[in-house]
């Protein structure tokens, strides 16, 4: 960085101001030009954290080159963590403000460092080197032509990631995300190196698809997949949307929204698949499922209020719910659930929290029913937790038609051992299951509408026992049972099963669960 200077540091305006009104005097002093560093000397000396290089306008060494870094961190939260705990006068508080400043939390460094050693306004917020690590070897390193990368880490393992600051009561994003299926590693990259799997279930091979930065330390470890980790889905760098989202969520096109990029995989049946895989996404948008022939049904029915204007943030509108939970005799503040179990009605523990655990009660106790009632989509958690058991129960009586998977191996078998119209069929005519014929027989389509909106609990699935979209899986699952039944010459299904096909889609809910535009 080129300067010039008299007395002290000049600007490139000042010296060509200078340069002028020299030229107009008699005077015979030398002006010098000189180098300076684009770092200054760090206030830890020790730890070699650099922090910025100008407080004022929040210029950070490492933005004095990556400029593109600093453009979009500045306008992060990242950049205006300290000043938040100086609206909550807290910057006395030594735990608040190994979170809010550069030190040894985030990155390799071990004991204090920092700010926590040096108070001084260049390590205040979140900056590059929280993250990164030490910038000082790297810049001297640059200018000396030996280039050290200090990069940071995408795994929430060990010590120096997101969770060492994102974690505790107030906002425990890592506590929660530890025991989502996020946090699960589900596929070996041995039998998926090229079958495409590896771009969802690799949170490294997400953002290489997704054309992210991918230059973390884990990039070159070939031996396991990585987790979909925190930056998987957040930008520390900062990003347009909120959060540092690297995608939208609120966005209806499954190439842009950030929840249907991985969660919209396999949504109708295939000549060699007849089972779902990640639909969720166009369950969600009405689009998902077999078609049986003749099926026409109305797109603003379709479409559930859980894709409509009355949930702006799709997935996530359900999915990522902040839930405070107060002492119930106090009223102190106990903790704060940020969402990230990704579960919209969580089991909660005897305090409200919410668990890991899936297999309590649908009641309005037993679960937080907070993501259904917080837009006013539903008045209560008891209204929510009935509406749901009515949607689920419909949604068995249609399927049990198709399919009772007695045995509970999540395998269609042939009657006697599974029941139901399919079971039926692959034991009359077992051919309409095959891999080689280049059809999709209607059997093969019930099979993937019956698994799409029933309870046979497969992880690649959706999995929601149809509250996604319940119009859409109710109009399918009837639609599919009359063609079904038709084609193969099966008999009359059960009358609860005629009385719901017989009468309106959503059944005695059906002004609760959607929106329409009739």
Known sequence: MRVATQVGWLSKAGFLLLALLMAGSCTTEKIVTVEREPFNPPPDAASGLLGYFQV????????????????????????????????????????????????????????????????????????????????????????????????????????GNCGECH???????????????????????????????????????????????????????????????????????????????RWPITTPDPDRNLCMKCHNRRNEPTSTQSSPHAPQGSVLLGTAGYKPVGFTYAENRILGSHSS???????????????????????????????????????????????????????????????????GCHGSAAVAASVFNTVRLRMKTLVDVLWIDSNGNGSMQAAPTDAGYLPTVRQMRPTEWSSTDNRISPAEGAEFNARMC????????????????????????????????????????PQAVLDIMNGPVGGPFASSMRVTNE
């Open 167 to 245: 974690s505790g009561a107030h906002h425990p994003f890592a506590d929660e995300w530890r025991n989502s299926g996020h946090a699960n590693v589900r596929t070996s990259p041995a039998s998926n190196t090229a079958s495409g799997c590896a771009n969802c279930h690799d949170g490294r091979q997400a953002l290489v698809a997704w054309g992210k930065q991918t230059n973390f330390k884990e990039k070159a470890q070939s031996d396991a997949y990585q987790p979909t980790t925190c930056v998987v889905c957040h930008d520390p760098h900062g990003s347009n949307n909120p959060s540092s989202l």
């Open 309 to 375: 204007e009355a949930n702006p943030k799709l997935c996530a509108g359900c999915h990522v719910t902040r839930l405070e939970v107060r002492d119930k005799i106090s009223n102190q503040f106990l903790f704060q659930a940020t969402g990230h179990l990704m579960r919209p009605i969580p089991c909660l523990d005897a305090n409200g929290q919410p668990t890991a655990d899936k297999n309590c009660a649908y009641n309005s106790t037993a679960r937080s029913w907070k993501s259904c009632t917080a837009a």
């Open 454 to 493: 029933g309870e046979y609990g497969q992880s690649t699935a959706d999995n929601s026992k149809g509250i996604h979209n319940p119009f859409l899986c109710e109009a399918l699952l009837i639609a599919t049972i009359a063609e079904v039944r038709a084609t193969y010459g099966l008999a009359a299904p």
């Open 56 to 159: 004022t306008s929040k210029q950070t060494t490492c933005g004095n080159c990556h400029a593109g870094h600093q453009g979009t961190w500045v306008a992060s939260r990242h950049a205006r963590a300290y000043s938040t705990l100086a609206g909550q006068n807290a910057t006395g508080n030594q735990t608040c403000v190994g979170c809010h400043t550069v030190n040894a939390n985030g990155n390799d460094l071990t004991g204090s460092a920092g700010f926590m050693v040096k108070a001084d306004s260049a390590y205040r917020d979140v900056q590059c080197e929280s993250c990164h690590g030490p910038g000082l070897t790297h810049v001297t390193g640059v200018l000396s032509g030996q280039v050290s990368r200090p990069l940071a880490k995408m795994s929430m393992t060990g010590d």
